[in-house]
């Protein structure tokens, strides 16, 4: 086991010690299924096989919180073990895409904080580079 699949642990904790509902949470993961620099906010939803996510729904009882993933990209399924990817680390060109997303995945927090998780999403959902809608410039 690692700490990533014990997450649900930490944040039921978390959320028993706050006392707050599910729809007030937001969970940040990587995902290795989307390509690297794409960002994906979504209100609710599966784990994919996240283990991360699986402990957090397990801990929680429920899918239902938000959570916004960060595509790490990975190559061709099959060719290095998930696992050794992950902890891996990122070369040159991969980490200024990564800086670049990282910059916009904090940018949508601070928006689905102001403005909920619609606008957040239809705002930011997407790949770094993707141009924003008119109403962010």
Do not use: C
Not at 18 to 24: A, K, L, P, R, S
Not at 80 to 89: A, F, M, P, Q, S
């Amino acid at each position: 086991q690692t700490f990533m699949n014990l997450s649900g642990d930490a944040v039921g904790r978390l959320v028993d010690y706050y006392q707050v509902g599910t729809e007030q949470l937001m969970i940040v993961v990587d995902d290795a299924d989307l390509p690297l620099g794409q960002l994906r906010l979504r209100p609710s939803g599966s784990s994919g096989g996240h283990h991360g996510l699986e402990s957090i729904e397990n801990r929680l009882g429920s899918r239902i919180y938000a959570r916004q993933k960060i595509g790490i990209g990975r190559v061709s399924s099959g060719e290095r073990e998930i696992r050794n990817y992950v902890l891996g680390k990122f070369a040159t060109d991969e980490k200024r895409v990564l800086d670049q997303v990282l910059d916009r995945a904090a940018d949508q927090l601070e928006d689905w904080l102001q403005r909920g998780i619609q606008g957040a999403m239809n705002q930011f959902n997407g790949a770094v580079g993707a141009p924003l809608p008119k109403d962010s410039e």
